[in-house]
């Protein structure tokens, strides 16, 4: 069940796509943070792409019997991972502007070519490791430890970027018996449950936290979602819905760090969706951090580009 195609060009690919679809995710998810508790959102996003995602496998050729597995533990693990990795990314992104937050978040392609490297024993050279380098240079600009105390909201982005790569290499190792739909319609149910039990649990507001505070998002009580805000809750579903499966297929069907640097095009988007829906521009330290995380990114699809022309005609180098 590999479906790995002759050619990167169908994993680079899907894997623009999601990052563009995932993006109107961070926009919705941004939109809905100044009232709604975090987890009363994700349930509401999670039965949207669980509608989208069993709609799928209905009219695919192997239908529901794509569902059976022989690896529950690994989804699990997998599943737990991607659950740290929205929790601490949207309450980050609650507190920060749009692009820094997804700037921040921008570590993570790059902590998966490390992580293709250790953990799956995919070739990286030199010339990617000083990209990773640089990447990490720009994350610590965008964290400002020159203001005295780094901020809290750009570690729980940091830890949500950690938790994602992460995933990532579960996808990788998971893909010979698992499809993309797989993938996501355990993670759309590990949304469900945990959503769920939160509700249970805080939904009342009992929890609540004060007005700005760093788990405000969290813990908010349920309230009943206003007309004007429907769009957003719908466009947070089907966009992790149809990001999740192009983005699950990317890195089944594609090297993890060839695919990872592609989704960089997240970062204009986040721009973009800032200047539009918010009114805010990046300031000069947090456009400096961008172009050192993006560049990074960059460089690595330019080495990429040139290595695989050098491959058509010649050996394949050992320097990537």
């Known amino acids: ?4 195609p002759k050619s990167p060009k169908t994993g680079i690919l899907l894997a623009l796509g999601g990052g563009i679809t995932l993006s109107l995710n961070d926009l ?6 100044g009232a709604y508790a975090l987890h009363q ?3 509401i996003r999670a039965a949207i792409g669980m509608a989208l995602v069993l ?3 209905w009219v695919s050729r192997t239908g529901f019997r794509q569902l059976l597995t022989r690896r529950p533990g690994a989804h699990l693990f997998r599943v737990s991972i991607v659950m740290v990795s929205n929790i601490t990314y949207f309450v980050g992104l609650s507190l920060l502007p749009l692009a820094d937050a997804v700037a921040t978040a921008f570590v993570a392609p790059l902590l998966v070519t490390l992580m293709s490297a250790v953990i799956l024993g995919e070739q990286v050279g030199p010339r990617r490791w000083a990209a990773v380098g640089v990447g990490l240079i ?3 600009v965008m964290t400002r430890p020159g203001e005295g105390v780094i901020q809290p909201a750009a570690i729980l982005v940091l830890i949500s970027a950690f938790c994602y790569a992460s995933s990532h290499m579960m996808t990788r190792r998971m893909r010979d018996t698992e499809s993309a739909m797989t993938l996501n319609f355990f993670v759309q149910i590990g949304f469900i449950v945990v959503s769920t039990s939160f509700g249970l649990i805080a939904g009342d507001g009992h929890l609540a936290q004060a007005p700005g505070s760093t788990w405000e ?3 908010r009580p349920w309230i009943v979602p206003q007309t004007s805000d429907i769009w957003a809750f719908v466009a947070t579903g089907i966009a992790v819905g149809v990001g999740g499966l192009m983005m699950s ?3 089944r069907t ?3 760090a060839l695919v990872a640097p592609f989704e960089y095009i997240g970062m204009p988007m986040a721009i973009l969706w800032g200047i539009l829906f918010f009114g805010t521009w990046p300031d000069l330290t947090a456009w400096a951090g961008i172009a050192l995380i993006c560049g990074a990114g960059l460089y690595t699809l330019w080495r990429e580009t040139v290595r695989r022309k050098v491959q058509d005609v010649a050996a394949p180098s050992g320097d990537i």
Do not use: H, W
């Open 254 to 256: 594609t090297e993890a």
């Open 28 to 33: 919705a998810i941004k939109a809905l943070s």
């Open 249 to 251: 297929q990317a890195y």
């Open 217 to 219: 998002f969290l813990f």
């Open 55 to 57: 709609g799928v496998i």
């Open 1 to 4: 069940m590999t479906d790995a």
């Open 138 to 140: 720009g994350v610590i």
């Open 41 to 43: 959102v994700i349930l």
